[in-house]
T-cell receptor, first 112, second 112 residues
Framework: NAGVTQTPKFRILKIGQSMTLQCAQD?????MYWYRQDPGMGLKLIYY???????DKGEVPNGYNVSRSTTEDFPLRLELAAPSQTSVYFC???????????FGPGTRLTVT | AQSVSQHNHHVILSEAASLELGCNYS??????LFWYVQYPGQHLQLLLK??????LVKGIKGFEAEFIKSKFSFNLRKPSVQWSDTAEYFC??????????FGTGTRLLVSP
């Protein structure tokens, strides 16, 4: 199993540009999550999904969108990049009701 | 709302020293507690977890944690640290709707 994979690993965006961060898992987990990690701030939940076709906002959803058309994939979309979105983004998946989350390797995004 | 406090933001130890990282949580329901570790340049990995039963939980690499309900604490311990334990450590508690709430993390530096 590859586990949770994320692409790209690094990206530099200009202010106002858009991009999609890809996340995929091959563990057949229904639950998937997007976090951002900022120094000294821990992980903040952006969006999550409890199954294909079902998504919901986390703590810090503004400026982001998600979709979940399949169990495997959970892309995160930034529509109009802002410097405040400079961060490391982690995707995670979880077996139902286990609370044990498996994390991807992260995407380091810089917006200038 | 659920919250997690990690009071030690940075800890510096020499090899063979003992480690204790503090974690306090607030949550009104049944708690599930976790410690995750993030080695430099890597993604988060589960170190140990507490769901129920014995409040002393043993994890990987010689780490353990004790759940003390009366103190709302779940401190992480290791009797003798190694240089390879240099990492950032995150405590987390279950929240509503299968979400984890993370603390802000503790950076541990172990000097050889």
């Amino acid at each position: 199993n590859a586990g949770v994979t994320q692409t790209p690993k690094f990206r530099i965006l200009k202010i106002g540009q858009s991009m999609t961060l890809q996340c995929a898992q091959d563990m057949n987990h229904n639950y998937m999550y997007w976090y951002r990690q900022d120094p000294g701030m821990g992980l903040k939940l952006i969006y999550y999904s409890v199954g294909a076709g079902i998504t919901d906002k986390g703590e810090v959803p503004n400026g982001y969108n998600v979709s979940r058309s399949t169990t495997e994939d959970f892309p995160l979309r930034l529509e109009l990049a802002a410097p405040s979105q400079t961060s490391v983004y982690f995707c995670a998946s979880q077996l139902e009701v286990s609370y044990e989350q498996y994390f991807g390797p992260g995407t380091r995004l810089t917006v200038t | 709302a659920q919250s997690v406090s990690q009071h030690n933001h940075h800890v510096i130890l020499s090899e063979a020293a003992s480690l204790e990282l503090g974690c306090n949580y607030s949550y009104g329901g049944t708690v599930n507690l976790f410690w995750y570790v993030q080695y430099p340049g890597q993604h988060l990995q589960l170190l140990l977890k507490y769901f129920s039963g014995d409040p002393l939980v043993k994890g990987i690499k010689g780490f353990e944690a004790e759940f003390i309900k009366s103190k709302f604490s779940f401190n992480l311990r290791k009797p003798s640290v190694q240089w390879s334990d240099t990492a950032e450590y995150f405590c987390a508690v279950n929240g509503r709707f299968q979400k984890l709430v993370f603390g802000t993390g503790t950076r541990l530096l172990v000097s050889p």
